[in-house]
């Protein structure tokens, strides 16, 4: 009975010791600027697909379904020419039918750089353009991001004809 009740109470220690643990997550904040690039000779987001059968208007209904490849770089401040800390790949499709500019976005920010080298997060969701700050959700990671959860605001910082500069700041718990 003795082995018994020492046995469950190991069981009990560690279980205690595990769950401490694993309520113990790491908070990191993160600032930096994505590139969209569009027009000119060496474009780093490409449409690959589009709507063919469009008759109307509405210039935000044309775009209903268009879906964008991206390779865009990340950097320090709103300069392309600064620091590169990494690369934001993935694709956004064009989501809305009506009155607002919405994106559907799945895409992978990619660090090449700094401490946070080698390690990748990602988002899925949706991004209403137009809106001064859009919230997205951060459903994993890799590296120093394993298992991150979290969420990104996003604001457009600069908008010159379609290509686009535009300011994260991030939240991950991992």
Do not use: W
Not at 55 to 78: C, E, K
Not at 119 to 128: A, I, Q
């Amino acid at each position: 009975m003795a082995y018994a009740s020492k046995f469950l109470l190991l069981i009990q220690l560690v279980a205690a010791a595990y769950n401490t643990d694993a309520l113990k997550q790491k908070v990191t904040r993160i600032q930096f600027y994505m590139h969209d690039i569009v027009g000119g000779p060496e474009p780093t987001a490409v449409r690959v697909a589009s709507r063919s059968n469009f008759t109307g208007q509405d210039p935000i209904a044309a775009t209903f379904g268009s879906i964008v490849m991206m390779d865009n770089p990340l950097t320090v401040t709103p300069n392309i020419n600064s620091t590169l800390v990494g690369r934001a790949q993935g694709m956004y499709a064009m989501s809305s039918q009506q009155k607002e500019f919405s994106l559907l976005m799945t895409l992978t920010y990619a660090f090449t750089s700094g401490p946070y080298n080698g390690s990748t997060f990602s988002v899925l969701g949706r991004n209403p353009v137009m809106n001064e700050v859009r919230e997205m959700p951060v459903v994993g990671g890799t590296g120093k991001f394993r298992l991150a959860r979290g969420y990104c605001l996003a604001r457009s910082y600069s908008m010159k004809e379609m290509d686009a500069v535009i300011g994260y700041n991030v939240t991950l718990l991992h």
